[in-house]
């Protein structure tokens, strides 16, 4: 979503209007959920996405309209199968956009894009925030868990949370960056593969290793922070948080069971280890045996990643990128 923003802030700071298309609901079957977000341009180009498909064809023409004319607008698409208003979808449901146009004449348009920009490389979490009445948007700004800045109001603290929530009284706050890395413990072939596609989704990597040149920041373009220290002490470099998501595929059992006696007891919001059954099972006793719980071990996703028959280090790091967008979004714990 930084780059989204980014460009936003570009284009209205180059005094290029803009139309910003959101998602405040959707229900049955569709693409994307509220909070989905897409910028329609003066040149008729678009990014982001509402969904894509025909729905999204219609929110392009519509929000070029609305752009003509400077004026705010809620719409709502039906996409019911077989029906021809359904506007070609196959998939039964329903969204009701938000319409936004953004003038480059306002500088704090611009100032609230460029903030969001910076918001998501402090890692902490931030949320984009507007004030609704019907279209109109009476205030925007960006809160994070210390208050609310260029906004006239404060957020209140109910609408901020994992997702886009629409409240009763009109805010509207949709998650702009998120607290926490991805500690990647081994930055062999499939730490290599596993950085840029978690990166992708919104995740900040960080690679941990204790060989100089597996822990170079050359082979990790997409990662937060390339470190290089003992696994045996890890806690001299990094500090885990409840936050964090610890991923663990050293090169060997040694600098795992090392590396899990410094993590297990972090209270991060996920732990995964990667390796056999066999391998796994010795960690599993080596760790009882020096004091560990079979309950403090039970939090360990070993082995890692969704089972989806994964083999090379490619697949590897699509099935761990799964289940750590399963864990952030709450469906697996």
């Not at 319409?99 to 609230?112: E, G, I, M, R, T």
């Not at 919001?269 to 796994?280: D, M, P, W």
């Not at 071990?297 to 969704?306: R, V």
Request: proline residues 4%; hydrophobic residues 45%; charged residues 20%.
């Amino acid at each position: 979503m930084r780059e989204f923003f980014q460009r936003l802030a570009h284009e209205l700071e180059g005094g290029r209007a803009a139309v910003l298309v959101s998602i405040l609901c959707s229900g049955g079957s569709t693409p994307r959920g509220a909070g989905s977000m897409m910028a329609v341009l003066s040149d008729g180009t678009s990014f982001g996405t509402v969904g894509g498909g025909a729905a999204e064809w219609e929110a392009q023409l519509e929000a070029a309209r609305l752009l003509r004319a400077g004026e705010n607008a809620v719409r709502d698409f039906r996409f019911v199968p077989g029906d021809a208003s359904g506007a070609g979808m196959v998939c039964g449901g329903s969204v009701t956009l938000h319409f936004h146009c953004l003038d480059p004449a306002d500088p704090a348009s611009a100032a609230v894009f460029r903030e969001l920009t910076l918001a998501d490389g402090r890692g902490a979490d931030a949320w984009f925030v507007r004030r609704l009445d019907g279209a109109a948007v009476k205030d925007m700004g960006v809160a994070d868990r210390n208050g609310t800045r260029l906004c006239a109001a404060q957020a209140p603290s109910s609408v901020l949370g994992d997702r886009a929530v629409l409240s009763e009284d009109g805010w509207f706050a949709i998650p702009a960056a998120r607290a926490g890395r991805v500690w990647v413990f081994g930055g062999g072939h499939v730490a290599r593969a596993l950085v840029p596609v978690i990166a992708r989704v919104g995740f900040r990597p960080a690679v941990f290793d204790d060989r100089p040149e597996f822990a170079d920041a050359a082979l990790f373009p997409d990662a937060a922070e390339v470190l290089c220290g003992s696994f045996g002490a890890v806690s001299e470099k990094v500090h885990v948080t409840q936050d964090d998501y610890v991923v663990i595929m050293t090169r060997g059992h040694q600098a795992d069971y090392e590396t899990l006696t410094q993590t297990l007891r972090s209270g991060a919001r996920y732990l995964g280890c990667i390796g056999s059954a066999t391998k796994l099972a010795l960690c599993r006793k080596r760790l009882l045996d020096a004091g560990f719980t079979a309950e403090e071990y039970a939090a360990l996703h070993a082995p890692i990643g969704l089972a989806i028959g994964a083999q090379t280090p490619e697949e590897i790091a699509v099935s761990v990128a799964a289940e750590l967008i399963a864990v952030r979004s709450g469906v697996i714990k």
